[in-house]
């Protein structure tokens, strides 16, 4: 499997943006998605994740609310809406799959897109 972020960008605080991470390969039923996210200085950490089969997301406290996690099965594709970016969503957003049991735990997931940046300024 080979994941491909895009959509990363510089915008405001409070503005949004929607980031796409396009599979190719076999996506199978067991598999979630999920995005992470690597500020400068700090460790990769959990943004939001979501089943393949069946659709259930999952999100980290900080952007509950603000984002929004879906999957367009056909195209293999899974999005990453992002409304009322503030500064400290500053990252490189990176797309992971996998047969995770723990979505929140980097170490689980199987494969990795290349990140995408996303800068907000205040």
């Known amino acids: 499997v080979q994941l491909q972020a895009s959509g990363g960008g510089l915008v405001q605080a409070g503005d949004s943006l929607k980031l796409s991470c396009a599979a190719s390969?076999?996506?199978?039923?067991?598999?979630?998605l999920g995005w992470f996210r690597q500020a400068p200085g700090k460790e990769r950490e959990f943004a939001a994740a979501?089943?393949?089969?069946?659709?259930?997301?999952y999100y980290t406290d900080s952007v509950k609310g603000r984002f929004t996690i879906s999957r367009d099965n056909a195209k293999n594709t899974v999005y990453l809406q992002m409304n009322s970016l503030k500064p400290e969503d500053t990252a490189v957003y990176y797309c992971?799959?996998?047969?995770?049991?723990?979505?929140?735990?980097?170490?689980?997931?199987?494969?990795w897109g290349q990140g995408t940046l996303v800068t907000v300024s205040s």
């Open positions: 979501i089943r393949w089969n069946g659709g259930d997301t």
């Open positions: 390969g076999r996506i199978s039923s067991r598999y979630s």
């Open positions: 992971a799959a996998g047969s995770v049991i723990r979505v929140g735990v980097r170490s689980e997931y199987d494969y």
